[in-house]
């Protein structure tokens, strides 16, 4: 999943930030890299949720899932794609994003 934490800074104090949580452990998944992101293309033209995995348990998730057929992506791509989608102007955005961490 993805959702919003609050990120204590000692000079900013607290800020909100999102991240993306493992489905299946729990734990943070910090780095792109290490994760894939699973929906069900049955539903896919119906809005199906996005799961996120670390790599890892993706294996331990299919196993106990066995219920769907499911189609992933790598999250490094997934986010990518969404980006694109989104139609992010990631310069633009970045800079906006740098603007506003420093108020
Ligand atoms: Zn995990």
């Known amino acids: 999943m993805i959702e ?9 104090g607290a800020v909100h ?3 993306v949580r493992c489905d299946e ?3 943070t998944i910090d ?12 539903r896919a033209d119906g809005g199906a949720p996005a799961i996120f995995l670390h790599k890892p348990c993706s294996r331990s998730f299919e196993e106990r899932r066995k219920d769907v057929f499911w189609s ?11 980006a694109s989608n989104a139609r992010l102007d990631r310069k633009r ?3 906006r994003a740098r603007r506003l961490e420093s108020l």
């Not at 919003?4 to 900013?12: A, C, P, T």
């Not at 780095?31 to 049955?42: L, T």
């Not at 992933?72 to 969404?82: I, R, T």
């Open 4 to 12: 919003f934490v609050v990120k204590s800074d000692s000079d900013r």
């Open 17 to 19: 930030c999102p991240r």
């Open 25 to 27: 452990c729990g734990l």
């Open 31 to 42: 780095d792109a890299n290490w994760g894939n992101v699973y929906y069900d293309p049955n």
């Open 72 to 82: 992933w992506e790598e999250m490094s791509v997934w986010f990518v794609q969404l």
């Open 93 to 95: 955005s970045e800079a």
